[in-house]
């Protein structure tokens, strides 16, 4: 994962802190993002050190879902 990449606890932490703060301010979180193309080679650029088309496809197909449900909530909040 990147998180881990970057330093196992600083990536705890900082998961923690912004789940808490997505919490507060009552917004969807998503912990990381590029986590589910970083650990599969096939989903990297040929330097490993960033997505390549099929892992950006594969980050957006698992955003998607969580982008289409804030839409659907705010037009049921802006409703009423």
């Known amino acids: 994962p990147l998180t881990?990449?970057?330093n196992?606890?600083?990536g705890k932490e900082f998961r923690?802190?912004?789940?808490r703060i997505s919490r507060r301010k009552d917004v969807?979180?998503?912990p990381d993002f590029a986590e589910s193309v970083?650990?599969?080679?096939r989903f990297l650029s040929p330097d490993g050190s960033r997505p390549n088309a099929a892992g950006y496809i594969?980050?957006?197909d698992r955003l998607l879902p969580i982008t289409e449900d804030i839409i659907v909530?705010?037009?049921t909040a802006a409703r009423r």
């Open 4 to 6: 881990a990449k970057i």
């Open 8 to 10: 196992a606890a600083y």
């Open 16 to 19: 923690r802190m912004f789940k």
């Open 28 to 30: 969807s979180y998503y």
């Open 38 to 41: 970083t650990s599969e080679a």
């Open 58 to 60: 594969e980050i957006v």
């Open 73 to 75: 909530s705010s037009k």
